[in-house]
């Protein structure tokens, strides 16, 4: 499996933006990057997820290296709320029954300071 | 709609004991996952399914079952419980695949 390389964390003051790396030099052609976070004590939640082009939504902003081996989360305003561990997952676009799987790994921890 | 719902949130078992984990969705998804989550760790996948009666192993399958009957339910099973199967057990599910839904959660002790 292609794996994601990620800081262990990160700290960011409220309300500037936040830049969350992640490598993946090993990508292949179908795996699409995704995003989730998980806050603490509860489930992961989706952010965002590409495949080649920048992405952006209502959570955050995705950008994607030419060559696809890395890519950067964007969080346009940090709040309080966005203190979680962030994780970059692989996944592939063409998924064949044996390869429907989120590998998750340690991600970055993300601290927010006042 | 209620999402992903998990219970029991919190259990305590016995070394040998069996227990079932309930997961159940009200999204009409398609695909199901159960993960578990160590201290300090990312989620490892135990087990999916693509749809009724379809299921597959992910990464960490040993010491589980699982079945999935109906669109709704994915229940998760423990057959004879161990010290190692501690952890917090997360239930998913997703339309495509692409974007998961994860359910709160339900926190396993083995003693």
């Known amino acids: 499996d292609a794996k994601t390389t990620q800081p262990n964390s990160m700290e960011s003051n409220e309300e500037e933006p936040v830049h969350l790396p992640c490598n993946h030099s090993?990508?292949?052609?179908?795996?699409?990057i995704h995003w989730y976070r998980q806050l603490p004590s509860q489930g992961p939640e989706y952010v965002i997820h590409?495949?080649?082009s920048n992405v952006n939504n209502r959570m955050a902003s995705l950008a994607i290296a030419e060559d696809r081996k890395s890519s950067t989360l964007i969080l346009h305003r940090a709040t309080l709320r966005d203190a979680a561990v962030y994780y970059c997952i692989l996944r592939d676009v063409i998924p064949n029954f044996g390869n429907e799987k989120l590998t998750f790994g340690t991600g970055t921890r993300l601290t927010i300071i006042p | 709609n209620a999402g992903v719902t998990q219970t029991p949130k919190f259990r305590i078992l016995k070394i040998g004991q069996s227990m079932t984990l309930q997961c159940t969705q009200d999204?009409?998804?398609?695909?199901m996952y159960w993960y578990r989550q160590d201290p300090g760790m990312g989620l490892k996948l135990i087990y999916y399914?693509?749809?009724?009666?379809?299921?597959d192993k992910g990464e960490v399958p040993n010491g589980y079952n699982v079945s999935r009957s109906t669109t709704e339910d994915f229940p998760l099973r423990l057959e004879l419980a161990a010290p190692s199967q501690t952890s917090v057990y997360f239930c998913?599910?997703?339309?495509?695949?692409?974007?998961?839904?994860f359910g709160p959660g339900t926190r396993l002790t083995v003693l």
């Open positions: 590409g495949l080649t």
């Open positions: 090993t990508i292949s052609g179908t795996d699409y």
């Open positions: 999204m009409n998804h398609n695909y």
């Open positions: 998913a599910s997703s339309m495509t695949g692409n974007e998961q839904f």
């Open positions: 399914s693509v749809g009724a009666g379809i299921t």
